[in-house]
Structure formats: C-alpha cells, structure tokens
C-alpha cells in the first residue's frame, strides 16, 4: 500500500519543520514534495527511505489534488 509522503510524515508526528531538518532539505523543498510540484533527487530519496524507514516504492509522490 503506497502513503503520500505528508502520510507517512503525520503517522511519525513530525511537523514538516521536524521531517526537513532530518532528511536536510527546507521546509518550503519537503512542501513542495508533499504537494507533487517537485520530486526529490536520487540522494534526497534515499534520505527519505533511511528518515521515513519506508522504501521509495511504498511513497506515493504524486497525491490527488
């Protein structure tokens, strides 16, 4: 079963300020992931994997608008 990556980030009870310090990005960077307006480089990604302990084919990137 695929989560948006908000998903995963409110089932760990991180705020996106909390998830972006982690994964070393901005907050306005991991918005604009949640929201599917850009998607992450192959090093942000793994970072994610390793942060959400999720693998990037359970993470769905593109959410319902």
Wanted: net charge negative; proline share 6%; aromatic share 10%.
């Amino acid at each position: 079963m695929q989560l948006t990556l908000k998903a995963i980030r409110v089932n760990k009870g991180w705020t996106q300020e909390e998830a972006s310090k982690e994964i070393g990005v901005s907050v306005d960077t991991l918005r604009n992931y949640e929201n599917g307006k850009s998607y992450p480089d192959i090093p942000t990604l793994k970072k994610i994997e390793e942060v959400y302990e999720t693998p990037y084919n359970n993470i769905n990137f593109f959410p319902e608008k």
